[in-house]
């Protein structure tokens, strides 16, 4: 008797409580006047805090375009790599725009609108003293990574460093500064433009190949994607590229030039 | 006259207790106003050391004037986690007073589902109950058409709350067993019945056997707010480590983590010194 009216209670609540189906995203954004996008705060010069507590840097930037374009707000919300996906599922945001490459594990969880706006790849910054010339000759060293990058897997696999993640870029770098380990692993893009803008890594230099392309994606709920809201994304990215927002911005912020954007840009004018 | 050495005929115990000046606790004498100041030089000796290493390069700004600079959105950081704390405080405490309470019922039943839930949220480490909090509990809730948002900050309160509440009940539990049972037995042929003897005669003795630990344990919540920063709450931690990639300098890890533990240490300190005070001053004396 008493299960039965638990069981009716508990359905009755399940049934109140929705998360809400969501009947046309973009008109649901437009409605509301703000769009809310996830963003890196921690990723400089793509997604970092001025000392004024202002979010900046390219992907700000590009938050910023979709949300005039969409002619509504824009509110952004710091995420790390370990939450985007989930805030995202969850509605907490409408669009991640987080430095997050695009690969087929993640696509089965959300949205990820096509074209690519941006790639990186996997590289290391290391002391020119250290004289590390191949990929081979991280095997058994202590190399700085940071948690929770896609690319610490794969580099572990085939080079068998000994990786030591950090939580955070600052971290990581101060410990290759004072020598904890012999190289930090981490994006090529972010590596180029570190050594070309910053005396602190006069002495350090990218001494490998790039590895691993890896395309980075703006993205929406999966439900979206084929919908008004995920086709209006995909034409925006599309005209980022083709009129050259993107290498503008890229230049804007500070960023060594960017292959990708320049034959995305060829290959769309 | 008194001598150390028993002397036949000669009976201690008789001798009137003499309270001794210096019976401080030993955090006390290690933990005082001096031991204080000098830790507060060495943390501007820290800071101030790389400004003199700098002066070579006069165009760079010296650690100092960057961390004056991100002092402002810093302090809104570290006023979220005051405000997390003092929140999952208060919920806590009032779950906790009420657990408490469940686990000296006299219905068995009661009493060990209080103990159970006690005893699971006490030995939970405190992130993972964060974790838990931040998946399960939705973004949003629809009850019959009202929207109500539970945006993270809120859920980190929730999470915060249930380990205090576990604590609390904790130190409920044994501040009214503490009490001696005589009162129940007196009150009872007073006339009371057990529920006034618990809100009139009961609970408001337990309140100064709870005070310090009470206490003791908001220093440890506080503490612990930081890791709210890990599931993405804004809070003074998970803005220092953006300042610090922002500023894109190595060597200014150390004096800016050292500049936010000196927040912490001067917010929780006094706490920690009048918990000591209550401690003292409400013990029983033997």
């Not at chain 2, 838990?132 to 945006?151: E, R």
């Amino acid at each position: 008797m008493t299960i039965s009216i638990k069981t009716a209670i508990a359905a009755a609540v399940a049934a109140m409580i929705s998360t809400g189906a969501m009947a046309d995203a973009l008109q649901d954004i437009k409605d509301a006047g703000k769009i809310v996008v996830g963003v890196k705060q921690d990723y400089k010069p793509w997604g970092y805090l001025s000392s004024d507590g202002e979010l900046q840097g390219l992907e700000i930037d590009l938050a910023k375009d979709v949300a005039t374009r969409l002619g509504v707000e824009v509110e952004l919300v710091p995420v790390v790599a370990s939450n985007r996906m989930e805030f995202l599922q969850q509605g907490r945001i409408d669009l991640i725009i987080a430095t997050m490459g695009d690969n087929p594990k993640r696509r089965q969880v959300i949205g990820m609108i096509e074209p690519n706006y941006y790639a990186g790849g996997t590289n290391v910054i290391a002391p020119k003293a250290a004289e590390l010339s191949e990929w081979e000759s991280l095997r058994g060293k202590d190399v700085c990574a940071l948690q929770g990058s896609y690319y610490n897997r794969r580099v572990t696999e085939l080079y068998g460093p000994n990786l030591v993640a950090f939580a955070g870029i600052p971290e990581a770098t101060a410990a290759l500064k004072n020598g904890s380990c012999i190289a930090f692993l981490y994006d090529n893009t972010w590596i180029e433009s570190q050594l070309a803008s910053d005396e602190q890594w006069a002495d350090f230099e990218m001494p490998f190949a790039t590895e691993d392309p890896q395309a980075w994606s703006i993205a929406v709920p999966l439900e979206e994607l084929d919908q008004a809201y995920g086709q209006k994304m995909s034409e925006i990215v599309t005209d980022w590229h083709k009129s050259g927002f993107l290498i503008e911005r890229n230049e804007a912020n500070g960023i060594a030039p960017s292959p990708f954007l320049q034959e995305q840009h060829d290959m769309l004018k | 006259m008194r001598s150390n050495t028993p002397v036949r005929g000669h009976m201690a115990v008789l001798h009137p207790m003499r309270i001794r000046a210096d019976a401080l606790p030993l955090a006390d004498r290690m933990f005082n106003i001096w031991t204080f100041s000098a830790l507060m030089l060495a943390f501007a000796a820290a800071l101030i050391a790389p400004a003199f290493a700098q002066e070579a390069a006069p165009a760079e700004r010296s650690t100092i004037e960057i961390l004056l600079e991100w002092t402002p959105t810093l302090a809104k950081g570290f006023g979220f986690n005051v405000l997390i704390s003092i929140l999952s405080m208060i919920i806590g405490t009032v779950l906790g007073v009420i657990l408490g309470v469940l686990q000296v019922s006299q219905v068995r039943i009661i009493r060990q589902a209080a103990w159970l839930v006690t005893q699971f949220f006490r030995n939970s480490p405190w992130l993972v109950l964060l974790f838990y909090c931040i998946l399960l509990i939705p973004f949003q809730l629809d009850i019959f058409g009202t929207t109500i948002p539970f945006p993270g900050w809120i859920k980190a309160i929730i999470g915060l709350s249930l380990p205090v509440m576990a604590y609390m009940s904790e130190y409920m539990r044994g501040a009214i067993l503490s009490i001696p049972t005589g009162q129940w037995e007196s009150a009872e042929s007073l006339g009371f019945s057990r529920r006034q003897t618990l809100t009139d005669i009961i609970l408001p003795q337990t309140v100064k056997r709870v005070l310090p630990s009470w206490m003791n344990l908001y220093a440890v919540l506080t503490m612990a707010t930081p890791l709210v920063s890990i599931i993405g709450v804004s809070d003074v931690m998970s803005l220092t480590r953006a300042a610090l990639s922002a500023e894109g300098q190595a060597d200014l890890l150390i004096p800016m983590y050292l500049y936010i533990l000196s927040w912490f240490f001067i917010y929780c300190y006094p706490i920690s010194a009048a918990t000591r005070f209550f401690e003292r001053k409400y013990s029983v004396k033997t």
